[in-house]
């Protein structure tokens, strides 16, 4: 799943919303977060990433972030996200 732009409380709802749908109900072995197009994430995005990523634990699904903004690295750590689970793919 590929997020764009800047996230708000609105689309952070969209966003749990799918990746609760994913993680329960598809069961991949792992689920890709591709965050490399947005350029903000506020407290309540953190929020639900964070929750999906222990969701996918429960469930046996890796969630892995790919790209996501530098400043929210630093949050997504501090609501609990593993440093593992953060990955730089994208080039320049």
């Keep these: 799943m590929?997020?764009?732009g800047?996230?708000?409380a609105v689309s952070a709802l969209r966003l749990?919303?799918?990746?609760?749908?994913?993680i329960r109900h598809l069961r991949p072995?792992?689920?890709i977060v591709d965050l490399?197009?947005?350029?903000e994430l506020d407290a309540v995005d953190v929020g639900a990433i964070a929750a999906a990523c222990e969701l996918g634990d429960s469930?046996?699904?890796g969630v892995f972030l790919d790209d996501a903004p530098f400043r929210?690295?630093?949050d997504l750590a501090a609501a609990g996200v593993p440093h593992q689970?953060?990955?730089r793919r994208s080039q320049g």
Excluded: E, K
């Excluded at 749990?16 to 994913?22: M, S």
């Excluded at 490399?36 to 350029?39: D, L, T, Y």
């Design 16 to 22: 749990r919303q799918v990746l609760v749908q994913a």
């Design 85 to 87: 689970r953060l990955r």
């Design 29 to 31: 072995s792992r689920l």
């Design 59 to 61: 469930y046996q699904v």
């Design 2 to 4: 590929c997020p764009r």
């Design 6 to 8: 800047d996230l708000n």
């Design 72 to 74: 929210a690295v630093t």
């Design 36 to 39: 490399r197009g947005v350029s």
